[in-house]
């Protein structure tokens, strides 16, 4: 995988929005929406991800 292609660790989590951009919790930009309603729910969406696989981890 390309150094610019990383995968997201959950040290990277909650990820959040900038505008239309989509940062990691240290401000690093991951990706660019075309709109503020897309990223917005975009990060959401990784953000539930993440959060059921942690879940999912504890109760295993």
Do not use: Y
Not at 34 to 44: D, H, K, M, S
């Amino acid at each position: 995988m390309p150094e610019d292609e990383k995968s997201l660790e959950p040290d990277d989590f909650p990820v959040r929005t900038r505008r239309k951009k989509i940062v990691k919790s240290d401000g690093e930009t991951i990706a660019e929406a075309c709109n503020e309603q897309t990223a917005e729910e975009v990060a959401e969406r990784l953000n539930a991800e993440e959060q059921a696989r942690e879940e999912d981890r504890w109760s295993a």
